[in-house]
C-alpha cells in the first residue's frame, strides 16, 4: 500500500504578522489562524510529504512527546487542513478523488 502525500492547496492565500499564520481558504473566503505548531505543519507541506514523514520530523523536535501522541496529532491536524481545504492529499503525484 503507497503512503498518501500531503501538500499545500495552491489556491490558499498564506499571510504572516509579525510570526502568525493566517490562511484564506478561496472557495468559502473563510479566514485560518494557524497556531505555531500548525504553522510549523505548513511550512513542511511546502513539498509533498508523508504523515510518517512529517510525524518524525516533529518527534526529532519534540523527542518527550512521545511518537504515538506526535503521530495521531499530526493526523488529526493534516485531516483537518485537507477538510478545511486547506491542503491536498496525493497519490501517486495525483490529488486524492480527482
Known sequence: M???RLVRN???SETVVDDET???EPASQEVFYLDPVTSA???LLAEPRSETELSALFAAA???AGSD???RDIAAATDELVARGLALRL???EVAGI
Open 22 to 24: 493566517f490562511l484564506v
Open 10 to 12: 495552491p489556491a490558499v
Open 69 to 71: 501522541r506526535i503521530g
Open 41 to 43: 505543519l505548513w511550512r
Open 2 to 4: 503507497v503512503e498518501s
Open 62 to 64: 519534540f523527542p518527550d
Open 91 to 93: 497519490i501517486s503525484n
